[in-house]
T-cell receptor, first 110, second 115 residues
């Protein structure tokens, strides 16, 4: 079976750092993706990890540990516009299927 | 480039009615997907296609049919709508690629209400 877990909601303050965790159990693994989704809009791509370690992209970083089935998305210098849902998705062994977690709704407060 | 477009944006159906959702992409992507998104459940894959003329079932295919007669279009059909199909439907596409970093690009979504 396939299972991806994320916290449902998180709250943080403008200017702070927040870490959103994702744990997964899947029958195959061919990469982990993070997407951002603002309310009423489509998901948009943030980051991709396929090897263990940290990938940094400006204010956003994503970490992967394949042995632990664990990833996190780190958002630095939070801005109000970062209030959104963050979706963790694992691509299966054959590359066509993506399995999404339930998403974490982040609220950034002034 | 328009990217991925979906029509209609919003639709209200009565139980038992049928409809077709259209997805179009202009990025020459091989793979196309249909998802539904419900509160607290994330995106769930309905059907997908790895090329023109081919389709496959995803996680929640019951009650839906799809067709991909042209590479750029992917149609999702509801033959007899049920209230449980009230949801937001997203279409996505991605390239086949070889790097592994080929992400999905999503359309703006179709909001469907079945009464």
């Amino acid at each position: 079976g396939q299972n991806i877990d994320q916290p449902t909601e998180m709250t943080a303050t403008e200017g702070a750092i927040v870490q959103i965790n994702c744990t997964y159990q899947t029958s195959g693994f061919n990469g982990l993706f993070w997407y951002q989704q603002h309310a009423g809009e489509a998901p948009t791509f943030l980051s991709y990890n396929v090897l263990d370690g940290l990938e940094e992209k400006g204010r956003f970083s994503s970490f992967l540990s394949r042995s632990k089935g664990y990833s996190y998305l780190l958002l630095k210098e939070l801005q109000m516009k970062d209030s959104a849902s963050y979706l963790c998705a694992v691509r299966g062994r054959y590359g066509q299927n993506f399995v999404f977690g339930p998403g974490t709704r982040l609220s950034v407060l002034p | 480039n328009a990217g991925v477009t979906q029509t209609p944006k919003f639709r209200v159906l009565k139980t038992g009615q049928s409809m077709t959702l259209l997805c179009a992409q202009d990025m020459n992507h091989e793979y196309m997907y249909w998802y539904r998104q419900d509160p607290g459940m994330g995106l769930r894959l309905i059907h997908y296609s790895v090329g023109e003329g081919t389709t496959a079932k995803g996680e929640v295919p019951d009650g839906y049919n799809v067709s991909r007669l042209k590479k750029q279009n992917f149609l999702l059909g509801l033959e007899s709508a049920a209230p449980s199909q009230t949801s937001v439907y997203f279409c996505a596409s991605s390239s086949a690629g070889t790097t592994g970093a080929e992400t999905q690009y999503f359309g703006p979504g179709t909001r469907l209400l079945v009464l």
